[in-house]
């Protein structure tokens, strides 16, 4: 199983992006999909869990701007995020538990810089 994380960029404080995780396999069988992000200097944090049944999970410092959600018909899992802060900057990876197996991402690089 493959995930590939992508949709990081260089955006302005108050901008949006939305990134996408593309598995390599039906992502129905997924129990657990996650966001996580690692700033420099930090550790790697949990930014947003979706279940199997859909329901979410998001810290109090992101709810009401960042959304995750999942598209089975693309085998894909998206995190939009909005009014980005300078905080916000990081590496971001998704993660998910197929099968009862759990796999990472590789990191999509996201600046938040006037």
């Known amino acids: 199983v493959q995930l590939q994380a992508s949709g990081g960029g260089l955006v302005q404080p108050g901008g949006s992006l939305r990134l996408s995780c593309a598995a390599s396999?039906?992502?129905?069988?997924?129990?657990?999909g996650n966001w996580h992000r690692q700033a420099p200097g930090k550790q790697r944090e949990l930014v947003a869990h979706?279940?199997?049944?859909?329901?979410?999970v998001c810290p109090d410092s992101m709810k009401g701007r960042f959304t995750i959600s999942r598209d089975n018909g693309k085998n894909t899992m998206y995190l939009q995020m909005n009014n980005l802060k300078p905080d916000d900057t990081a590496v971001y990876y998704c993660?998910?538990?197929?099968?009862?197996?759990?796999?990472w991402g590789l990191g999509t690089q996201v600046t938040v810089s006037s």
């Open positions: 396999v039906s992502i129905p069988s997924m129990n657990v």
């Open positions: 993660s998910m538990v197929i099968s009862d197996k759990f796999y």
């Open positions: 979706m279940s199997r049944n859909g329901s979410v």
